[in-house]
């Protein structure tokens, strides 16, 4: 990661042969600093060998570039020296403890490219070790200011380090121009700076430059991030900067939490994690969850207590001091994924539906979910947090934690694990190792791990008994693998068809909208190429029908389109009055082309009987409540079979009729009637017309 290019002509400015570089004295086309004039400055090293500057932020803290970690690297930082090859009496080398990088750095674009390294010990103000203040507020740098950069790095392509301090005055270049000098080779983003390294004057920095400052007038305003590949001597591109004002909340949060957290983690900002939620027993906090959608918290199975009624905290950053901002809301039900194993914790996931909505607000939000199946890179960095215990055995924390963990690969994982996990592909691993010693405990199961904003893995399991100085990866319940199941759970809640939820786009190809004058009146569904299956009693006398398919709203165009109903074939045995043989075949005055968003659906292939209890759907566009007018988006709901002795017993919407019920697949019945005037509570089971019955109708029908 240390040193990866952008696109062809975009290099980071690590000192590395074949990289790029300056020319002649200084950093490049610039002058040796007088000594102790930059007692901010700090060379970063890997045994005692320059790659980066970085630059004092507080006494414990020193701010570089992210591009500038080495994986699996111990890197020291030399602070208070001038000539790094000769150390004084002022200068000093420190190990670094934490290596806090931001969460939203790519490593391809070099976006958010600024890392704070936390020191083991603090550094005391000298004349040749200060801290350099930073910006106040997010503000631009205005075009052609001169500012200063220094550092230790190569002055010309491909040369090595300059053992003592150089400097050069830049002048910022506007975002616009430095946009177009990069071209589609680099994209200038709001949170970048450019300066020096033009044509007009050659000025800039080089390799080993990287993670240094640009000072402007006494403030550090950028952090070296990258220049033109290959070109240090007469770059045609401005050198680019991270712009420092773009992460004043990150850096204030970071720097000032320090050696308290999840386990070696730090204190979360109040509201920044506002997806997170405290699931808890008796108001005792048990386990971390967080908010998928307005009334569907995710979380680990294992935190299933049998016989418990849970209850969740929203909005919480203390749980022991409830804010107007937080509330607790009860669990309405606990979806436990089919396939969990307590043992093994595969498939350790639950979805918990809660009894109400959860309004958004500053402190309430969801938190976005994968769109796709994907691992993750290993040696990403993620985010992890929760109240849970900070070492072993401990209590729970009141103020909600968080820390930065670096993913491992599975087969790592499993090599740690040996015989004692089976680390599938449906579980991630990260943080927890011997490398760092951070990661999650007890009390942090169902939490999410955070991967650049989305929610990419469910806090499973860790080593028992050791939080403190673990010898396993922690391991994670892989979200993108159970993506199906998730977006199926949340989408039944409480809207529909009746107590149903709007269907997925294009889950189901085969429905068609019956329409007179572009109102919607029916449902239908395809069942040939220029056949629409619906109901007879949807048929009006005189009026011109039209159909519509292809659509998911039908209020607007998509990739739905209207066909003109060439002939009505009415069951001859339809009776009005009983809806007996209540089945009716529309035939278009052209074909349906086959497409993601228009195709028929299959019908039996005999005349039989739908077990009793079985599970089927009917989807349609009627009324969600008696007396309500028809839904813009087509709706779902699964049924169950009633037998029909059962039915007759009890018997003893309107826009949805002429749908299907599908089973398995199949569309086993045409929507027919329900009990008039009662949609919200019916004491009798909805009927449908029974397919299979008119199989040799239809066949003739669409054959003819």
Known sequence: MAATSLLLLLITLLPAPGLTAYQDSGIVNGAESRRNSKPYMVSIQNKTKHICGGFLVSESFVMTATHCYIWGVN??????????????????????????????????????????????????????VQQIP????????????????????????????????????????????????????????????????TAADYKGVCQGDSGGPLVCKGTAVGVVSFNQKGNCNEPQKPNVYTKISKYLSWIKWLTAYQDSGIVNGAESRRNSKPYMVSIQNKTKHICGGFLVSESFVMTAAHCYIWGVNLTVMVGAHD???????????????????????????????????????????????QIPLP??????????????????????NGSANPCLLEVNVAVVDRSSCQRSWGKTGTITPSMICAGGTAADYKGVCQGDSGGPLVCKGTAVGVVSFNQKDNCNEPQKPNVYTKISKYLSWIKWLTAYQDSGIVNGAEARLNSKPYMVSVQAKKSHICGGFLVSESFVMTAAHCYKWG???????????????????????????????????????????????????????????????KDQDIKAKSFCTVAGWGATKTGGSANPRLLEVNVTVVDRSSCQRSWGN???????????????????????????????PNVYTKISKYLSWIKCIIKY
């Not at 004084?88 to 403890?97: L, M, P, Q, W």
């Not at 039900?333 to 109400?356: F, R, S």
């Not at 796709?372 to 072993?392: H, M």
Request: with cysteine; hydrophobic share 30%; net charge positive.
């Open 543 to 605: 009026v011109n029908l039209t159909v519509v398919v292809g659509a998911h709203d039908i209020t607007r165009q998509e990739s739905s389109h209207i066909i003109d109903v060439k002939y009505y074939h009415i069951h001859p045995g339809y009776n009005a009055k009983p809806l007996e043989n209540d089945i009716m075949l529309l035939q278009l005055v052209k074909t349906t082309r086959k497409s993601k968003a228009v195709q028929q659906v299959p019908l039996p292939k």
């Open 371 to 392: 769109k796709k199946d994907q691992d993750i890179k290993a040696k990403s960095f993620c985010t992890v947090a929760g109240w849970g215990a900070t070492k072993t």
């Open 654 to 684: 309107t826009g949805d009729s002429g749908g299907p019920l599908v089973c398995k697949g199949t569309a086993v019945g045409v929507v027919s009637f329900n009990q008039e005037g009662n949609c919200n509570e019916p004491q009798k």
């Open 134 to 197: 930073l910006p106040k507020k997010d503000q631009d740098i205005k075009a052609k200011s001169f500012c200063t950069v220094a550092g230790w790095g190569a002055t010309k392509t491909d040369g090595s380090p300059n053992p003592c301090l150089l400097e050069v005055n830049v002048a910022v270049v506007d975002r616009s121009s430095c946009q177009r000098s990069w071209g589609k080779t680099g994209t200038i983003t709001p949170s970048m700076i450019c300066a020096g390294g």
């Open 319 to 365: 749980i022991t001091r409830p804010r107007s901002s937080s509330y607790i809301i009860d669990v309405k039900d606990y979806h436990i994924h089919p396939g969990y194993n307590a043992k093994t914790l595969e498939n350790d996931i639950m979805l918990l539906q809660l009894v109400k909505t959860t309004p958004k607000s500053k402190a309430v939000q």
């Open 75 to 128: 890197l020291t930082v030399m602070v208070g020296a001038h000539d790094i090859t000769r150390p004084g009496s002022s200068s000093y080398i420190i190990d670094v403890k934490d290596y806090h990088i931001h969460p939203g750095y790519n490593a391809k674009t070099l976006e958010n490219d600024i890392m704070l390294l936390q020191l083991v010990k603090t550094t005391p103000k000298s004349k040749a």
